[in-house]
């Protein structure tokens, strides 16, 4: 069998990034300096595993989308810079995807695939964004299917490959080993590699035509493999849009298997979907879907880590994105997973026809403005909801400081991007937070409205009158 690690390869000779890019301020180079942010990676956090830490022992929230491909590397290379500028610090890469694939033939080695992630692991150093790699996203193995990320031709029989089918890849103990020198390649490549999130397994498994249990098998003991291959990075895996009901096993039986360090899901607002929380607003499909997983009773960190408006059972990018020229989806896929007790932001699919189309990487800064100088690990933050008739409220209770997102009900996707009814403008709107907070002592109360970059101030009071807003209000409550 041909081995994916080929001996007559020379990795010197492809150029590999030893560095990790521009460095933040130079903190990490001394005897007694504190490591900097670009060569420190990303880990759970030792004192509240719902949330990140870095090894240096700074907190980190993933703030951004999926950015997993373009048409060249010039266009990805701009996705990555404009996240970057406004404040996103995480994207999510397919290096199976032909713009990346090391592999188009079995056994031969694309170094332009290499060459293009190269740039991109760079150009993510430079612009401050940790990347998740996912390593396989393939459902089929087919000798004639033509040039698709999702089938691997070059893996059949018929092409010089090992495989006759998916199953073989899957199942057979040289199927694993083509898996494993894949993950070694990488490594050998690029060594512990601090500009790297996480190394997500496989994209979507569970969409893999193969029996459930081969699957959860296969993870069981790919997982624990591909950990020591990289000691240093997260490991995780990521399965369909929770869509319907028999995803709701295979999430519980995937979340908890041990070394998958992220509960991850994925979930699209679908109007052809069989859950019809699928087709509710956007923070509330959201929101479903962060809670779901913390049901199933795991300290580890929640990502919504696919999400975003499809067209009945994901034919292409959803009609109303054509309308959102202000981002009324990409604000509720940020705030409202991370308002619900996820780890970060809400990662949004799309990024070419949607957040690029229409300009919105702005909403990025807006949601890194909201947790500016907030510590999620050190607040200790416990998700809540205290909904009025008009307002959908959720509350992160923290130790010193509370964060509450309020979210209008009467504008969803439908009204404002199907029907054409504009955002109202919410005035005198009165919000009581007495029984969120307990009788805290509280100090000092700061609204932001996302939407104009306005923030303001009230009276420290649990009783509030809010000022005039559209769509959604963040509060900043300080207290004691």
């Known amino acids: 069998m041909k081995r994916c690690i080929l001996a007559i390869l020379s990795l010197a000779s492809l150029l590999p990034l030893s560095g990790c890019g521009k460095d933040d301020g130079g903190n990490g180079g001394g005897k007694g300096e504190k490591t900097s942010y670009t060569k420190s990676f990303v880990q759970v956090s030792t004192k509240n595993p719902s949330y990140f830490q870095l090894s240096n022992g700074d907190t980190y929230v993933p703030i951004g989308c ?52 190269d740039r991109a692991l760079y150009a993510a150093a430079k612009y401050g964004i940790k990347l998740k790699l996912c390593i396989e996203d393939c459902r ?95 490991v995780t895996q990521s399965l369909g849009s929770m869509d319907r009901d028999w995803c709701f096993q295979f999430y519980e039986a995937f979340m908890g298997i041990t070394g998958n360090e992220i509960m991850q899901v994925h ?21 479903d879907a962060v809670e779901t997983l913390r049901t199933y009773g795991h300290r580890k960190p929640i990502l919504l880590a696919e999400t975003g408006g499809v067209e009945p ?29 996820a780890a970060g932001s809400g990662e949004c699919w799309h990024w070419d026809e ?51 997102w309020c979210r209008d009900v009467n504008n969803t996707w439908e009204t404002e991007l199907i029907d054409g009814v504009s955002p109202a403008v919410l005035s005198g709107k009165q919000l009581d937070l007495s029984s969120v907070l307990n009788g805290k002592n509280i100090v000092g109360v700061e609204t932001y409205d996302p939407w104009s970059d306005q923030w303001g101030a009230l009276s420290a009071s649990a009783q509030l009158t809010l000022p005039d807003f559209k769509r959604s209000l963040v509060l900043k409550i300080k207290h004691k």
């Open 66 to 117: 999926n950015v997993c491909w373009a048409g060249d590397i010039e266009t990805l290379e701009r996705y990555l810079k404009e996240l970057g500028e406004n404040g996103g610090n995480y994207a999510r890469l397919w290096i199976s995807h032909g713009l990346f694939e090391y592999q188009t033939t079995y056994g031969e080695v694309n170094k332009w695939g290499l060459g293009n992630l």
């Open 313 to 341: 059972n994901h034919s292409g990018p959803h009609r109303g994105y054509a309308n959102d020229v202000d981002g009324m989806i990409l604000h509720d896929v940020l705030f409202a997973p991370f308002f619900s007790g």
């Open 354 to 404: 949607y957040i690029d189309r229409n300009h919105l990487w702005w909403h990025f800064r807006r949601f890194a403005n909201v947790i500016e100088g907030v510590d999620p690990v050190v607040e200790g933050f416990v998700p809540a909801r205290s909904d009025q008739s008009d307002l959908r409220v959720y509350v992160l209770k923290g130790n010193n400081v509370t964060l509450v």
């Open 267 to 287: 979930r699209y607002l679908d109007e052809g979907a069989p859950l019809a929380i699928c087709q509710a607003p956007m923070d509330v499909l959201a929101s």
């Open 140 to 234: 089929r193995i087919d000798p004639t299917w033509g040039n698709n990320s999702n089938v691997k031709t070059s893996y059949h029989v018929d092409n010089g490959g090992p495989f006759n089918n998916i199953t073989e890849y899957i199942t057979t103990p040289q199927g694993k080993a083509v898996y494993l020198d894949r993950v070694t390649f990488f490594h050998d490549r690029y060594g512990d590699d601090p500009r790297v999130f996480a190394w997500e397994i496989w994209n979507e498994m569970n969409a893999v035509q193969v029996p459930e249990a081969d699957i959860i098998a296969w993870n069981r003991e790919m997982i624990p493999k591909v950990h020591n291959i990289f000691p240093k990075n997260l």
